[in-house]
């Protein structure tokens, strides 16, 4: 493999907004009121374009031919390096809101930092996905507090769902071997010291929507190695299904 | 659905310098959320560079039974339309 530590990293990156991008594709047509629906698809199909360039540098990373479809449609869920919160279901629009806001505002620090990376190509993409992103944080925080100082329901909801996402937070801010090597030549973002901008932004939208921060509990990993929870999967044979049943397809 | 949000009237200006035009309409809580609706539903082409939203029960509209009183008197006065003038020689522009 030419450059695997660029692979792993792009295929990371790609993945995450591959997976979120997919996850948010379910709501389609099943959405609260036709106007969710539809800002819920443009939010996912921001992500699934940040995915495809993504993944393109990770197959010329690779050297082996491999293009974005190719890395997206078959690859097995081990392969797979997404951080977990964004495999996790749906669940009610409270808790897909309450993943949007603990990852989109992740996700816009992350790229903030990335526009200077020395990977001119990873710059370049998170050049143009950073506003994208600052759009998906706005509207994840304004609904964060529309449901947590809501109605009784919207705010019941609100806490089930920020209770479920809580727990995978923490894993958007690791940093391992891969990462630090690419830290050190200026291509990676050192995630942990965004973690304190990070908690200032969750904290103040949380107060807005007068919600407790849910209990500190051990943080559930293991998704940048392949090691994910059950339900990515299931996210898979139906995102893969066409290119499996009928490879190289087109339309 | 048996309660719905309010409805919101959706006026897009095109380029700076063109006024905002009626582009359509979204459901939404609150102004806020009317402006992204707005965005998500009809900006999604490029088609602005500015939004207005505004109440739809706060349009006060004519009532379709005056047209007669409203806007017939005027269409037999076609001497407003500014169209009896010479243009002097050498106007370029009017």
Sequence with gaps: MRDSALFDYACRLGDDSLILGQRLSEWCGHAPMLEIDLSLANVGLDLIGQATHFLKLAGEAEGEGRDADALAFHRDVLDYKNCLLVEQPNGDFAQTI?????????????????????????????????????????????????????????????????????????????????????????????????????????????????????????????????????????????????????????? | MTKSWPLWEVFIRAKNGLSHRHAGSVHAADAKMALEAARDTYTRRMEGVSLWVVPSAQIVASDPSDSGPLFEPAADKVYRHPTFYKIPEGVKNI
């Design chain 1, 98 to 251: 309450a993943r949007q806001f603990l990852f989109s505002n992740y996700q816009e620090l992350l790229f903030r930092e990335l526009c200077a990376s020395k990977n001119v190509t990873i710059a370049a993409i998170a050049a143009k996905a950073v506003k994208e992103v600052a759009y998906h944080v706005r509207l994840a925080n304004e609904w964060m507090v529309r449901l947590g100082d809501g109605t009784a329901e919207s705010r019941a909801r609100m806490i089930a769902g920020l209770e479920w996402v809580w727990r995978f937070g923490e894993e958007l801010f690791d940093v391992d071997a891969v990462t630090e090597a690419l830290i050190a030549s200026g291509v990676a973002v050192d995630v942990r010291q965004l973690k304190p901008e990070w908690d200032g932004r969750v904290a103040k939208v949380l107060a807005e929507a007068s919600l407790e921060p849910p209990k500190p509990r051990r943080g559930a990993k293991g998704g940048r190695e392949g090691h994910h929870s059950e339900h990515l999967g299931h996210l898979l044979s139906e995102m893969q299904f066409l290119q499996r049943a009928y490879p190289g397809a087109q339309w």
